[in-house]
């Protein structure tokens, strides 16, 4: 499974119950960034340095955990240095960004009464467009899974 970018949607989406949802894309450079579609329909980065944390301020040291070594010594080791927004004026295209639906993380089970049992929900993908035209955002609208695999 590849890599994706985080992205959030300020502009008004075709399913409002969806709005406030962080999206993935794998549109964009897939590096694990945040980026942010705005009320007025710009394309923004968040741009963050990092630095290494002091051993003595990661969230494990000197416990237990710490001293058996392992993945605990890699948890928190880097921090935000500084961040900014940059607007990428210059985006053109379309970006292709989904989120998962009644997944088993959002506790929605059906239930059924015969035999009283409770099963979860199967999850559904949502996927969206958004055109871009020299930075831009010209609409955003619903499609299929078969649409955005085409244009990955």
């Not at 694990?32 to 394309?43: A, N, P």
């Not at 948890?75 to 607007?87: L, Q």
């Amino acid at each position: 499974m590849g890599m994706f970018d985080n992205l959030r949607v300020l502009a008004p989406l075709p399913d409002p119950e969806y709005q406030e949802r962080t999206f993935q894309t794998k549109s964009l450079e897939c590096c694990l960034s945040d980026y942010t579609i705005t009320v007025d329909g710009r394309l923004m980065l968040r741009e963050v340095d990092w630095e290494a944390t002091p051993e003595e301020e990661m969230p494990y040291y000197g416990t237990p955990e710490w001293e058996q070594g392992g993945i605990v010594r890699f948890v928190g080791s880097m921090r935000e240095k500084s961040a900014r927004d940059v607007m990428l004026d210059d985006f053109h295209g379309d970006l292709i960004f989904y989120t998962t639906v009644n997944a088993p993380d959002d506790a929605v089970f059906a239930i059924n009464f015969g035999e009283g049992t409770t099963t979860p929900i199967q999850p559904v993908t949502v996927y969206y467009k958004a055109r871009f035209t020299d930075g831009r955002l010209q609409w955003i609208r619903r499609i299929g899974e078969a649409e955005a695999y085409r244009s990955l």
